[in-house]
């Protein structure tokens, strides 16, 4: 890949994470807060751009590539993602999972009614709406119909731009990294045989993952259900991992908040990491100490992060915080059941989604502070309960599974050179299990598609009433009582 294309790519990376927060604060906020922060955005942008133009080396890493296969690659890449996008729902082109009733609701109302979306009541939408908001913009020009179109289209550009991040962090640009994401699972199908279910439901309604108490969604399942939390985020941590500099670290976390709340606490344990670890290998050519704490300062204190970083962060979070159910925080360590038969659930979740694959990576990954970190706090989430679900579960372990992902194809690569096969196809083998539960997502949206065919019904999932959304603790709070509607907000 040329040096070139690796700049563009990478700075589309960047608009990527910074164009719905920026649309938010043109749409929601005051017209002179609107104006200040587009030109903090703007002049970040600036320098970000001119980075990845100019000392691009030092800013993230390069691998060029042969190029004979780029195009054939870039379509075989481009039909896969077109399929996984096509198949998810978005767009409403095939059969709709539940969560799409509210998602698809939310969206219209982005569309259909004037920002901040509210009633007469005081009632306002507090939601994590970054994902919706440009292709919003195109559904109020154009119609509701190419708004979803648009939809569909934003999220396959995002999952292009994540395979780009993906191979520049594995350093080769192959197809088969983007496979293994798509089928990478937790042994879901082995927790429903061992938690006692009927195993002759396992092709029905279900959905295999809630097997246990808490769930690790898969990343087809987050596509399929929580895509508008889901993708940002992806996005939002292969960019912090891949930079060898701290200059924009806090820049893409402050742009992340609006899109995708819970995945965002769980970014920062690895926005720490490259913050305080990563940069020693940057620095290691510095000379004395003083000299690598005054470079750390001036690459970590930088514009585009004390205040681009700041801006976007407080003022997403200050509308955020209105949400009624975000501020229902909870231990999830006691339950109903006995303390002892929940620590045997807990301890059976942890193995069969993600101790497998953390033991067959362990040879080649236990010195890597990275591989603990993502392994303690995928343990730690489930004791944490925000709002009244587990949707801080679900998602805000989103960063390590991913991180979790990457060490799988690590392994699998240096297995594969080591000629070290019995783990590799170990691994392989757990890796198919695993792909059950994708399969099985895929299996709703074919079948459930079909059967609404031959009925006549109606494909996409049909919305609720907006009244459902406003008055709901999950979506929306009262306007009056936050401080971004009374000194930031239009």
Known sequence: MSLKKHSVLYFLSFLYVIIPVSIFLVGYCKWYIAVISLCVLALSLFNIFKDCFGDIASFAKVNVDDSRFDIERFLIVSLIVALWVYFSGIGAFVYQTSDHTCRNTIYEMLVNYSWPVSNSDGRTLIYYIGFWLPSALFGKVAGIGVGYCAQALWAWCGIMLFYYLLCQWIGEVKIWPLVVFIGFSGLDIIGYFFSGRDMSLVWGDNALEWWSYWQFSSFTTQLFWVFNQALPVWIALMLIMNQKRNRYVVLILGSTLLCSTFPFVGLLPFAAYVVFVQWNKYVEKAGDKSAKIKLWFRDTFTFANVIGGGLTGIVSFLYLRGNESGMNVASNVAGESSAKAKLMMYIVFIIVEVGVYFALCYKYHKKSLLYWISFI????????????????????????????????????????????????????????????????????????????YYTNEHIAAVNVDDDHILYGHNFSGKSGDNFFFKCLGR
Request: hydrophobic share 50%; net charge positive; with cysteine.
């Open 377 to 452: 706090w995928l343990c730690i989430c489930p004791a944490v309960v925000v709002g009244f679900g587990q949707d801080f579960t679900m998602r805000a372990s989103i960063p390590a599974q991913v991180i979790l992902c990457l060490f799988v194809i690590d392994t699998l690569r240096q297995s594969n050179r080591a000629r070290d096969y019995l783990l590799r196809n170990l691994l392989i083998v757990t890796l198919c299990i695993g792909a059950i539960t994708p399969i099985h997502e895929l299996y709703m949206a074919t079948s459930q598609t079909s059967i609404r």
